[in-house]
């Protein structure tokens, strides 16, 4: 098969003319094509890999398109890397909202079966110290998909502080690393560490009874 049947994007986009049609709006990017290369990225990586021995010519032929399908999608390896991450993310679940208990439940049951997730876990300890080594990826990275998560955990604490749950004079960024640490810390971290069922519920438990009010609380 010729690469232009294997890959119809291939053939127009080495056919136009670089900087002179970069006004110009080309056809919708396939998802097709976007998935193959995502998905070309992973495997390589899971057959060992190393991200500096990826080049987007190497992709490209995994991926089985062209070189130029490959580049109008993403300027360099770095910003690919950044989508092959994304791609590693599931949606955030919806919290049940009956207690702020249950919630926090939620939230770390959800990390806690990402972890379970082989394929994402190693595959995002390697992403993860590839884009940390470039800011602004790493803050792109961050302010879509990490913020939006914590975001959701703090916004939980401060009804466990509205509702007198959480006591008031503790920094809440703090409290909630308290919470997610742990989980992170055996998914990313220790790997041969178990995440056994109920591990949710007994970090959430055990964190709670120390940052409830008592008397040493109301006390200071």
């Not at 986009?13 to 990017?29: C, F, I, K, V």
Request: with cysteine; glycine share 8%.
């Amino acid at each position: 098969m010729t690469r232009a049947a294997q890959d119809p994007e291939a053939t127009a986009a080495e056919a136009e003319p670089g900087p002179a049609t970069a006004g110009r709006r080309g056809r919708p990017r396939s998802a097709e094509a976007d998935s193959a290369i995502i998905e070309a990225v992973l495997r390589l990586l899971e057959d060992g890999v190393s991200i500096g021995e990826l080049s987007m010519e190497r992709i490209a032929r995994e991926a089985g398109v062209g070189k130029a399908t490959v580049y109008r999608r993403w300027p360099g390896k770095s910003a690919l890397m950044l989508d092959v991450m994304r791609s590693l993310d599931a949606q955030s679940p919806r919290l049940p909202g009956d207690s702020v208990r249950d919630d926090l439940v939620c939230l770390l049951e959800f990390l806690r079966r990402r972890g379970l997730a082989k394929r994402n876990s190693a595959l995002l300890r390697t992403l993860v110290s590839h884009v940390q080594a470039q800011p602004e990826l790493w803050a792109e990275y961050h302010d879509t998909v990490v913020r939006a998560r914590h975001e959701a955990l703090l916004g939980v604490l401060r009804r466990g502080v509205a509702n007198g749950e959480i006591r008031t004079d503790r920094d809440l960024e703090t409290i909630a690393d308290l919470f997610v640490g742990p989980m992170l810390a055996r998914a990313m971290l220790h790997e041969h560490k178990e995440l056994p069922e109920g591990l949710a519920e007994d970090i959430v438990d055990m964190v709670l009874e120390g940052v409830r009010p008592g008397p040493r609380a109301a006390a200071g």
